[in-house]
């Protein structure tokens, strides 16, 4: 199975409201990277977290290393924040450092 | 900001030719990745690298070749390239357990 599930696999939402993505993974993380992919191709950081959480104006996101899951939640979406969403946990534990990519949630947001 | 580049930027290549994709970054990370991304699976490891002169396989290593010459240079070669490899190809680099930065892209179509 996916070590690394993302939830929902697509999501609608209007202009102005709130959501959340969830990823959920399998193996022992230390680390995850959420990352936006334009509508272009081109892959955006958003947050590096370890154990933790981290916000960045209207993104918010926490990783959660015992219970195996992070979340991304948006307030008041814009039209911008359209495009696919990727969470990639990796451990560091032992020296081979092997990112693991879930496999996104497609992000509409209409007016 | 992390610079990542790749080439080219688009590629046609036909079957059983050889195919030879390069990233190039100037962080002066450890560590570099080779990725490709398809429709319904995410992104998914070919190789990846350590450092100079070093080569590890990823989750789909079969029929790709990785060569890393220098700090700064990272390649995928596809010594027999099939229709079945065509794909968005992209480059990471970044340091052990730490964040990773991601090229533009590589379009590959194999004909």
């Known amino acids: 199975g996916d070590k690394v599930k993302q939830s929902p696999s697509a999501l609608s939402l209007q202009e102005g409201t709130n959501s959340a993505l969830r990823c959920n993974f399998s193996?022992?993380?230390?680390?995850v990277q959420w990352f936006l992919q334009n509508p272009r191709g081109s892959l955006m950081n958003l947050f590096y977290l370890v154990p933790g959480t981290k916000e960045n104006g209207r993104l918010k996101s926490a990783f959660d290393s015992k219970e195996s899951y992070s979340t991304l939640h948006i307030r008041d979406a814009q039209l911008e924040d359209s495009g696919t969403y990727f969470c990639?946990?990796?451990?560091?534990?032992?020296?081979?450092?092997?990112?693991?990519f879930g496999k996104g949630t497609s992000l509409v947001v209409h007016p | 900001e992390a610079a990542v580049t790749q080439s080219p930027r688009n590629k046609v290549a036909v079957t059983g030719g050889k195919v030879t994709l390069s990233c190039n970054q100037t962080n002066n990370h450890n560590n570099m990745y080779w990725y490709r991304q398809d429709t319904g699976h995410g992104l998914r490891l070919i190789h990846y690298s350590y450092g100079a002169g070093s080569t590890e396989k990823g989750d789909i290593p079969d029929g790709y070749k990785a060569s890393r010459p220098s700090q700064e240079n990272f390649s995928l070669i596809l010594e027999l390239a099939t229709p079945s490899q065509t794909s968005v190809y992209f480059c990471a680099s970044g340091d052990a357990g730490a964040e990773q930065f991601f090229g533009p892209g590589t379009r590959l179509t194999v004909l």
């Open positions: 990639a946990a990796a451990s560091s534990s032992g020296g081979n450092y092997k990112p693991t």
């Open positions: 193996i022992a993380a230390t680390t």
